[in-house]
């Protein structure tokens, strides 16, 4: 039988020490490396940057034609990065709204190199 992952929550910025001044406990590590994880598909990189750069809140329909999936594809990527705390969606009427949090993606800079940013 397949062993459960676990689950935590990962709505707010990653906080805890940078993991080049002390060796990171279970608990971080495992926050961090799930956050990475979440990071770690060309598809949701590509989106993040979409959402970044569209100056405005993109819906799934709009960011499923910029990388040429289906709807259904995109949201599935979507919800992983809103998972990791790395974007926020809306739902308005029939769309649903989706941003960027740049607080996510600095406070995980901070956490691998605190001098990056």
């Known amino acids: 039988m397949p062993k459960a992952l676990p689950v935590i929550d990962m709505t707010d910025p990653v906080c805890c020490a940078p993991v080049a001044s002390t060796a990171a406990d279970d608990a971080a ?3 961090l490396a799930l956050r990475l ?6 598809v949701r990189v590509k989106l ?3 959402l970044f750069t569209c100056g405005e809140p993109c819906t799934t329909g709009s960011l499923a034609a910029a990388v040429g999936l289906a ?17 926020a969606s809306e739902r308005h009427g029939m769309s649903v709204h989706h941003s960027p949090r740049r607080e996510a993606l ?11 940013c």
Do not use: M, N, Y
Request: negative net charge; proline residues 5%.
């Open 29 to 31: 590590a495992l926050d």
């Open 71 to 87: 709807e259904s594809t995109v949201s599935h990527h979507l919800g992983q990065l809103r998972t990791a705390g790395f974007i």
């Open 106 to 116: 600095t406070a995980l800079c901070k956490v691998l190199d605190p001098d990056c």
């Open 37 to 42: 994880k979440a990071l770690a598909d060309p």
């Open 48 to 50: 993040l940057s979409l």
